[in-house]
């Protein structure tokens, strides 16, 4: 049993945890400081331990992916003939399947503002669920882009996403709460990536819609008229970004199969506010639809009607700094033939104006609906980094030969 004193000690954690957001910047710290905070890390890591029972996997293989390549028609039959005559062990066989990689934020979690000890809690242990990772067949969840290219080919699909996720720069160090909630930044998340013990084949990022909370970044005087520090986070952002997507782009390079990487630019912040401006009419005339709606302008001060406008300004000149990285990196990295790098706009050009997409709590995250469209949206986009793998998203067919059943809602 906890000791009562812990448990004092965890509400005041989620105390704490209830005044900032886990999107709050990483910062600068001293040697003390850190060692306090390692220390309360740790202690809480202890106390929760029993969390990671109910915590899903974060990489999935496809559950019939044995019968699949046992197919004489499989392109990987000759690789199921080696594991059957024992020149390769299973885990072996599972390495030749394509794998998928995904980088992001709480955008691409099945995540959501609610209570601060909810939060927290799902942060920590909320896994898959998700537009990119869901395994549930049954129709009213989401027809995940894991599941989409399952229909394309057995594969291994895994989600490096954390809720909070901040493109920022290397110096920084994560804040205590985002470390309490195993919030993970895009360098992190890239570290894993290229430290995996099978790179992947292709490998995804949504990331960055947490640094457009400018409000935090810059000072009252500032904040009186941004333009000149909105270009100056922009800048950060896409230096930052080009830092960390050089790391992956170089390690990509070095193995001998093809790797695609596609970077999607943040979401449509304009539709968005339209929708949240329904959110808000309909959370005054009722105040239980939408019930955190007035808790998510006070975690992200971004999203506050008087910060709207600016807000969405950021998120176009991060999506141009987005590009222009992409291409230069394109021009920088030709001497890696085997990379195919592309920057899509396919999850930015959403039209978001429709509340049915958003949680009926927070209207901010996805909901199912919202889940299952961003996920045709990404499965169309990648078509031709699948194609480059070797991977062909037209033929979505089921393993028993007839076309996969489409999940009616």
């Not at 992001?104 to 669920?129: C, H, V």
């Not at 639809?289 to 006070?298: G, I, K, L, M, S």
């Not at 141009?320 to 920088?332: G, I, W």
Request: hydrophobic fraction near 40%; glycine fraction near 4%; aromatic fraction near 10%.
């Amino acid at each position: 049993m906890i000791h009562f004193a812990k448990w004092g000690f965890l509400v005041s954690v989620f105390g704490l945890f209830a005044s900032r957001s886990l999107a709050q910047g990483v910062t600068d710290q001293s040697v003390p400081a850190k060692i306090a905070e390692d220390t309360i890390v740790d202690l809480v890591n202890t106390v929760l331990l029993f969390d990671r029972l109910f915590t899903r996997p974060t990489t999935e293989t496809s559950r019939d992916y044995l019968e699949r390549l046992s197919d004489p028609s499989s392109k990987f039959y000759r690789y199921y003939l080696n594991y059957k005559e024992g020149r390769i062990s299973r885990a072996e066989l599972v390495q030749r399947l394509p794998h998928i990689a995904m980088v992001g934020d709480s955008l691409s979690k099945n995540f959501y503002i609610s209570s601060p000890a909810s939060m927290l809690w799902r942060a920590r242990t909320e896994r898959q669920k998700d537009w990119f990772l869901d395994t549930d067949p049954s129709p009213r969840s989401v027809d995940s882009l894991y599941e989409r290219v399952d229909e394309v080919t057995p594969l291994v699909a895994t989600e490096y996403s954390t809720a909070g996720g901040l493109v920022a720069p290397g110096r920084a160090t994560e804040s205590l709460i985002r470390r309490l909630a195993r919030t993970e930044n895009l360098r992190r998340q890239i570290t894993r990536v290229t430290h995996a013990k099978r790179f992947p084949d292709v490998v995804l990022l949504w990331i960055g819609h947490n640094n457009t909370d400018w409000v935090k970044r810059l000072t009252e005087a500032e904040r009186s008229d941004p333009s000149k520090g909105l270009r100056w986070l922009a800048r950060e952002f896409g230096a930052s970004y080009a830092d960390e997507l050089e790391v992956l782009i170089d390690r990509a390079g070095k193995e001998k199969h093809p790797v695609a990487v596609v970077v999607f630019g943040l979401a449509d912040f304009r539709t968005f506010f339209e929708m949240r401006r329904k959110a808000a009419a309909a959370h005054a005339r009722d105040p239980a639809r939408y019930p955190y709606y007035e808790a998510t302008c006070r975690y992200f001060e971004a999203l506050q009607p008087a910060n709207q406008e600016n807000t969405t300004q950021l998120g176009v000149m991060m999506n141009e700094e987005l590009r222009k990285m992409v291409a230069r990196l394109r021009r920088q990295r030709q001497t890696h033939p085997n990379v195919r790098l592309e920057y899509s706009d396919a999850l930015s050009r959403i039209n978001l104006n429709d509340l049915k997409i958003f949680s009926s709590l927070d209207a901010w995250h996805p909901s199912i609906l919202g889940h299952d469209r961003l996920a045709k949206t990404a499965f169309k986009a990648i078509a031709p980094s699948l194609a480059f793998v070797g991977v062909n998203p037209k033929s979505r067919r089921s393993v028993r030969g007839h076309v996969a059943q489409v999940k009616v809602r």
